[in-house]
């Protein structure tokens, strides 16, 4: 089977879209989440019962995951397009190089994918754990299972090019035994009529 070779650049530009998308929510939702607020407290003592107090809040740690695996994803997209395209001429099929590269490519796939998949799995859970919903999360989670599931593809092509199932001219995507010519293993007779 022929994986046209505009299939892993077009996945990995939007998955850097994505990221950028996720990026923007999660910094907002971190921004809103941080600093300090006065909040009024119960205060029996006070002639009007309450008295305020200053608490300081800090970013929770899943929205900090998400930031760090946005950019960590955005990071990944351009090594991942930009690393076949500058080793075309010299990872052939079957070279050693290729086969770094493609090894390097599905075991950077398989940890995004992972990433991705812990966030919006823990996101989902203390959302359900508190019984709050916010637009933000949600869209949070939402590209957040988009991600991961852009990832898994890519994981899944690089697992299909490795067993030679899908054949791509693009390093990283090419098959790990060499290709030979279709005449290659025929031998031509020529016979004379009489």
Known sequence: ???????????????????????????????????SRRIPVYDGSSAWGYSYKT???SVPAIVAFVIFTAVWTMLVSVAAILLPWFFRA????????????????????????????ASFAD???????????????????????LLWLLFAALFVVVVLALVGV???????????????????GTQMQTVEVA
């Open 1 to 35: 089977m022929h994986l046209p070779v505009i299939v892993p650049p077009a996945l990995l530009g939007i998955s850097f879209v994505f990221a950028v998308i996720e990026l923007g929510l999660a910094g907002h939702i971190a921004s809103t989440a941080t600093g």
């Open 55 to 57: 608490i300081k809040f």
């Open 90 to 117: 010299r990872a052939a099929a079957g070279s050693l190089l290729n086969t770094i590269l493609t090894g390097a490519l599905g075991a950077a796939y398989f940890v995004t994918m992972v990433f991705w998949l």
């Open 123 to 145: 996101i989902a859970a203390k959302l359900d754990g508190l019984g709050a919903t916010s637009d933000y999360y949600n869209a949070v989670i939402a590209f957040a299972v």
């Open 166 to 184: 899908l054949q791509c001219d693009v390093p990283g995507y090419r098959g790990m035994r060499k290709r030979g010519n279709a005449t290659e």
